[in-house]
């Protein structure tokens, strides 16, 4: 039988303005050290429904396809019970 680490919850507060967290987790410019260095790729620009996707450097991963989606609305997500 495969045993299985314990679950693991974290929860990281960023004291920043939501513009400055959102335009530094999606920049287009440069590698994201927090994604495991891909970069934020979109064909228009990061815009309501447009199609955005995180790539590895190399070009040859896609870890993330998605269109934007936008909320100026703050969300508080429960943690699961176990």
Same mark, same amino acid.
């Given at each position: 039988? $495969?045993?299985? @680490?314990? &679950?693991?919850?974290?929860?990281? /507060?960023?004291?920043?303005?939501?513009? +400055?967290?959102?335009? $530094?987790?999606? @920049?287009? &410019?440069?590698?994201?050290?927090? /994604?495991?260095?891909?970069?934020?790729? +979109?064909?228009?620009?990061?815009?309501?429904?447009?199609?955005?996707?995180?790539?590895?450097?190399?070009?040859?991963?896609?870890?993330?396809?998605?269109?934007?989606?936008?909320?100026?609305?703050?969300?508080?997500?429960?943690?699961?019970?176990?």
């Amino acid at each position: 039988m $495969t045993q299985y @680490a314990p &679950d693991s919850i974290s929860r990281t /507060f960023i004291e920043a303005p939501i513009e +400055t967290v959102w335009s $530094t987790l999606v @920049a287009t &410019d440069t590698p994201l050290p927090f /994604f495991f260095g891909s970069v934020c790729q +979109t064909a228009d620009g990061l815009k309501q429904g447009a199609k955005m996707r995180m790539i590895n450097p190399n070009g040859k991963v896609a870890m993330v396809v998605a269109r934007c989606s936008f909320s100026t609305r703050r969300t508080v997500m429960p943690i699961p019970s176990r």
